[in-house]
């Protein structure tokens, strides 16, 4: 008994005097609402935590998703534009990522191929980035997308030459090729541990 009301006053004490009240609960709740599929009530909590001026890119990034899942595609890609100057790796990672997955949804090959590469700059040892610049890649080399391509631009200043980019894919390929393989080469078998 005496340890449970420990814990609880240490909570207590913890939430309310190391400022984890706000915009941090508001953001908590917001991920809540977000993973439960309640998009509105977590743009409520998000826009809320957004008030208070505190970690307003992280905020911005997250709220970019929200609306991102409620199809609002230029209302997201206006919150990551704002998050997109934040001093964290991951968090510029996760702005190019999302951005990239965005654009390829729509159709613009080229530009998701540019920010997933922008992405996989930040975080080389990414493979779902791995897939989705080759995916990107695909869709621009098969012409899917021929009309936002500008054909009177130099090689370079559309982001290298064709063989440059499907140089850079082999070899990328070539070496996270046994990583991607060696899945499947975990056992299935249940062990204790699993239960």
């Not at 929200?66 to 890609?77: I, K, P, R, T």
């Amino acid at each position: 008994m005496e340890r449970a009301l420990l814990i609880t006053t240490l909570a207590a004490l913890a939430l309310s005097s190391c400022g984890l009240s706000e915009p941090h609960l508001s953001v908590l709740r917001g991920n809540h609402a977000f993973g439960q599929g309640r998009f509105q009530v977590a743009t409520v909590h998000y826009l809320a935590a957004l008030e208070r001026g505190q970690f307003e890119p992280w905020i911005s990034f997250n709220l970019g998703n929200v609306y991102h899942a409620l199809g609002e595609n230029e209302s997201a890609l206006g919150m990551w534009q704002s998050a997109r100057e934040a001093e964290s790796d991951s968090l510029r990672f996760g702005v190019h990522f999302n951005t990239g997955v965005l654009l390829f949804e729509a159709g613009r090959y080229r530009d998701a191929y540019q920010e997933f590469v922008s992405a996989l700059r930040l975080n080389p040892s990414n493979v779902s980035t791995k897939v989705n610049v080759e995916l990107a890649f695909a869709r621009v080399q098969a012409g899917e997308n021929v009309a936002s391509l500008r054909r009177d631009e130099a090689p370079e200043a559309r982001g290298g030459s064709p063989d440059e980019a499907q140089r850079i894919l082999q070899f990328i390929r070539q070496r996270e090729e046994p990583r991607w393989f060696a899945v499947e080469d975990i056992s299935d078998q249940e062990t204790v541990r699993d239960w």
